[in-house]
């Protein structure tokens, strides 16, 4: 008893929804979310966070480019909550989440390794090769839209990357000279690569969007609700601010 009052209290402290159901009568559930790629690292830390204090509760993350993510729910695939890096891409499932809140933002910056010779977007041009998300991927708009309003860049990108967490593996692999990814990335590693902001850096913004699944497999699992509710309270935006994301 002692042990669910002290994990009750957890909850609360990262929530302001309504309590969440007993414990102590509760089977195991598991909650699914996909979620956008540049997430991994903080939803992976937010999911142990979660199931430390609910142990009964698995939350499955699944992570992929939003896109290929939204394609995948409209196949079929199974998902009580989806994180977008974009608005574009939950519009995509046609209302299965029928409402989504904007959630965070990210920025899409010029990443290269950190004793690079590269120290502005000029440094693109000639013989460097660099890489960026394609462009209906979240992080390839966002660049397309930065690399516009800018107007320096006049060459091409090797490759097209289907996700940013390709983008940022090639680059750490050591694969190409510099990427165009999430400001997030760079947080990440910090000992690894740096971030090179665009002039016109409001304008390589995406904004992310967060909603729960209207299906009946979730009406009867109330604890996807308790999970939202813990992964959009006030103190997981902090932990997201930390992460470098914009918090709405």
């Not at 002039?199 to 729960?212: E, F, K, P, R, T």
């Not at 299906?215 to 999970?227: I, Q």
């Not at 959009?232 to 935006?237: S, V």
Request: contains cysteine.
């Amino acid at each position: 008893m002692k042990r669910a009052l002290v994990a009750i209290a957890l909850l609360i402290a990262l929530s302001q929804s309504a309590p969440a159901p007993a414990l102590a009568d509760s089977p195991t559930h598991t909650v699914t979310i996909f979620a956008a790629s540049s997430l991994t690292k903080a939803y992976t830390a937010l999911a142990d966070k979660f199931q430390k204090a609910f142990p009964k509760i698995k939350v499955s993350l699944v992570f992929g480019s939003s896109s290929t993510l939204a394609t995948q729910i409209n196949n079929g695939a199974p998902a009580d909550i989806f994180a977008t890096a974009d608005i574009a891409s939950m519009t995509l499932t046609g209302g299965q989440f029928p409402m989504p809140v904007n959630y965070v933002t990210n920025q899409v910056i010029l990443a290269v390794p950190i004793n690079s010779p590269i120290t502005s977007f000029n440094g693109l041009n000639g013989s460097t090769k660099w890489l960026q998300c394609g462009h209906t991927v979240p992080c390839g708009a966002a660049a397309d839209a930065g690399l516009k309003a800018d107007g320096i860049v006049t060459s091409s990108p090797v490759s097209l990357e289907g996700s940013d967490a390709s983008a940022l593996a090639k680059l750490l692999a050591g694969a190409v000279d510099a990427a165009l990814i999430f400001k997030t990335d760079v947080i990440a590693n910090p000992s690894k690569i740096r971030a090179i902001p665009f002039a016109h850096s409001d304008v390589a913004n995406s904004q992310y969007q967060i909603g729960i699944a209207s299906s009946k497999s979730t009406v009867k699992n109330p604890w996807v609700k308790t999970v939202y509710s813990y992964f959009t309270a006030t103190q997981a935006k902090i932990f997201l601010k930390q992460s470098g994301f914009g918090v709405n």
